[in-house]
């Protein structure tokens, strides 16, 4: 007669993966369930190992949530299965810069998900001219490196929706992302990229009020391919020049992207007054245009206003590679 031992698995093992329902979450959305998703987060942080938040089904009401590191784990999963939502009022989170941030985190994969800002109040305000809150982007990589998102939704950003500011960081990458927002939402740029190097953005469809993806100062080895953009304000580099010391733009691949119905399609917002910052080394190549008002364009002056006739920022290496066809 042969012995099989059984050894049921330990409480360290079992703990690698931490459901946000586990802390107290209430997928009702109505419930507000920040602190349990931040306290799932702790848990996944300081784990030795590999681990995961684990968000299922079901709409789940957060206010603000800031995910910090450094984390004791390099390796963290952050799996939605549902929808995340901000508050209905946008005044709640409205001058709080942020909805949701990670921030010093060092190996983090973010997987599917909604995550819905609820901005639409804020735009509605905005475009009467009162006096309102600048808005909070949907979601921020701030000082972070190596780091994956992928089938994530972005719908209804206040503000910019997916921000990507390093800052010593590197090695990001979007895959199947999907960022949605009215035509007439403000300042909703659908992808923001600057002060950050190794970035890639791949087979994403972006509709937004403004620029679908942004590049701004201090962005460098960055590589954008197969987007589909409509509606928005097309693919941007810049505002630049915009302060006399301004770090600048380069090394960005734009290729196989579609734009329909859009403002622009590819474009260096560039004010006309004496700066540092810089472009060197951008290949803009297979752009597909329909309806698009601005195919390809090159300056920056909104409303005409204070803008000086001499443009003294630098673009060297600029390629265009095939026609763009309105």
């Known amino acids: 007669m042969t012995c099989i031992a059984f050894f049921p698995s330990s409480p360290a093992t079992m703990a690698a993966q931490y459901d946000v329902v586990s802390w107290g979450a209430r997928a009702d959305g109505k419930t507000d369930s920040s602190k349990s998703f931040l306290s799932a987060w702790a848990s996944a942080c300081s784990s030795s190992g590999a681990s995961t938040v684990y968000v299922p089904k079901g709409s789940y009401c957060v206010k603000t949530a800031a995910f910090n ?113 009215s035509r007439a939402s403000p300042n909703t740029d659908g992808i923001h990229v600057s002060q950050s190097t190794g970035v890639t953005i791949l087979n994403s469809r972006i509709g937004t009020g403004d620029d679908c993806v942004s590049i701004g100062p201090g962005a460098s080895n960055l590589w954008i391919e197969n987007i589909v953009c409509v509606p928005g304000h097309g693919i941007s580099i810049g505002s630049l020049g915009q302060n006399l010391h301004e770090a600048g733009v380069q090394n960005v691949t734009v290729k196989t992207v579609a734009f329909t119905g859009t403002q622009n399609g590819v474009r260096i917002k560039s004010w006309a007054r004496p700066s540092t910052g810089f472009v060197h080394n951008v290949l803009f190549q297979y752009a597909i245009m329909n309806n698009v008002e601005n195919p390809i364009i090159i300056d920056h002056c909104p409303n005409n206003n204070g803008c000086p006739a001499q443009v003294h920022t630098q673009f060297n290496n600029l390629k265009c590679s095939r026609h763009a066809r309105n």
Not at 131 to 136: H, K, V
């Open 69 to 181: 590191g450094p984390c004791k784990s390099s390796s963290i999963t952050f799996k939605i299965n549902g929808t995340l939502l901000a508050p209905s009022d946008y005044g709640v989170i409205g001058n709080s810069a942020n909805w949701i941030i990670f921030h010093h985190v060092t190996g983090l994969n973010v997987y599917g998900g909604t995550l819905n800002g609820q901005g639409s109040g804020l735009w509605a305000c905005k475009n009467t001219g009162k006096s309102c809150p600048d808005g909070a982007t949907n979601l921020e990589f701030s000082n972070s490196k190596n780091i994956i998102v992928s089938g994530l939704s972005s719908v209804n950003s206040q503000m910019f929706h997916i921000v990507i500011v390093i800052s010593g960081g590197e090695n990001v990458k979007l895959q199947g992302v999907k960022v949605t927002a």
